[in-house]
């Protein structure tokens, strides 16, 4: 069974419409993320959420709107899509940050704005 | 911004130990040492973690220096699958670790 596991995998679109990405997590974990992954392979934090509440919110434009339905799941909706918005998305999931936890990635949306 | 710096690039011989030396003079006392891996078009994955003594385990041994600026990622016997970009990541225990930050890593290429 994936651990992490994202739909779809890839994603075409034109610009100007609004997309979503699906993520969900069987490993019982408290605290979930979506990053970016840039063309410079720069990968950066866009969301933290734990136990459902957002934690972290990285100066991600309000055309991104993470929702979560319950600890399982991390959906990411995205509105308006600009060229910009081409990245590779990685959900990550981990227990609550104490003094050790790692953090488990999916494998990835590529998504494309055309 | 990453608090680590990593060199851009290294090769390694095919069975031979790759050192991945990782800098972090910044670090605060509860500030642990992470590296993770990123193997081409998949996800980033744990290898080790440390936050003052020597580490090992099945994927690799992590050496920290004593004053902790600085440590050194050891895959005792490299193989063509431990291509990838590796990053060292430097994180505070409790909530500072909603907010793990990756710097650029370094790419790891293993020759046969």
């Known amino acids: 069974d994936t651990a992490v596991s994202q739909t779809p995998k890839y994603l075409v679109t034109q610009m100007g419409n609004d997309k979503s990405i699906k993520c969900e997590q069987n490993?019982?974990?408290?605290?979930m993320y979506w990053y970016k992954q840039d063309s410079k392979k720069f990968l950066k934090i866009m969301f933290s959420?734990?136990?459902?509440?957002?934690?972290i919110n990285e100066t991600v434009p309000n055309r991104f709107s993470p929702k979560s339905p319950d600890k399982a799941h991390l959906n990411l909706h995205i509105n308006s899509l600009e060229l910009g918005d081409s990245a590779v998305y990685f959900c990550?999931?981990?227990?609550?940050?104490?003094?050790?936890?790692?953090?488990?990635f999916g494998q990835g949306t590529r998504l494309t704005v055309v | 911004d990453a608090k680590t710096t990593q060199p851009t690039s290294m090769d390694c011989a095919e069975g031979r130990a790759a050192n991945l030396p990782c800098n972090h003079s910044?670090?605060?006392?509860?500030?642990?040492v992470y590296w993770y891996r990123q193997i081409h078009s998949q996800g980033p994955q744990y290898i080790i973690h440390?936050?003052?003594n020597n580490e090992t385990n099945e994927m690799a041994s992590l050496i920290i220096t004593e004053d902790r600026k600085s440590s050194t990622l050891i895959l005792p016997h490299a193989t063509l699958r431990d291509t990838a970009v590796y990053y060292c990541?430097?994180?505070?225990?409790?909530?500072?670790?909603?907010?793990?930050?990756f710097g650029a890593g370094t790419r790891l290429f293993v020759k046969a």
């Open positions: 440390g936050l003052k």
């Open positions: 910044t670090i605060s006392g509860n500030e642990y």
């Open positions: 959420y734990n136990n459902k509440e957002l934690i």
């Open positions: 990541i430097v994180r505070p225990e409790g909530t500072g670790g909603f907010k793990t930050i």
């Open positions: 990550a999931s981990s227990q609550a940050p104490r003094a050790h936890t790692e953090a488990f």
């Open positions: 490993l019982g974990h408290d605290t």
